[in-house]
């Protein structure tokens, strides 16, 4: 009996033990698979910051090009400008040439037919006058609006390109 009694004090203190040891264990298991958790959060966390700075970066890379764009069309613009200011000065000043020889036609004038031939001489001056110079702002416009239009696709392009980078990443 006292076999017995030894027995079955040995087998409580085993369980004694191994109810000690069970909680031990499942909190060491527990705590290895929240670490493993945590680590991997911070993983894709760090993953995601990494990510978002590329954009970032690519975002201030487009903002960049797009000042130096704009600076680029200030240029352009003031180019147009002078270009179409040079053309009205130089339309004005061959009018006010014309004119003063039709002043001096005008005075020349002894009949009624010379005036009708001068009125005549006159709507045709001014009609020429009017589609050259027409023309020519119109080709100054056309030529300036293609190589505005050919800078801000190409920028529009890059910009996109550069966008989607990132995000295929």
Known sequence: MAKQAQKHTNAVSLKK??????????????????FEIERESAENILRSAENYTRGAVECMSVCSENVSALAESGNMSSFI?????????????????????????IFACRRYKDMIELQNK?????????FNTGN?????????????????????ALASE????????
């Open 17 to 34: 033990h191994d109810s000690a040891t069970q909680p031990a264990k499942f909190i060491q298991k527990a705590a290895g698979k929240t």
């Open 81 to 105: 400008f002078r270009n179409m200011s040079n053309e009205i000065i130089k339309n004005c000043n061959q009018a006010i040439s014309e004119s003063l020889e039709l002043s001096r036609d």
């Open 122 to 130: 006159v709507a045709q001056q001014l009609c020429d006058s009017y």
């Open 136 to 156: 020519k702002l119109r080709e100054i416009v056309f030529e300036s609006c293609t190589d505005t239009l050919e800078s801000i696709q190409g920028r529009v």
């Open 162 to 169: 550069q966008f989607l980078r990132p995000l295929a990443a």
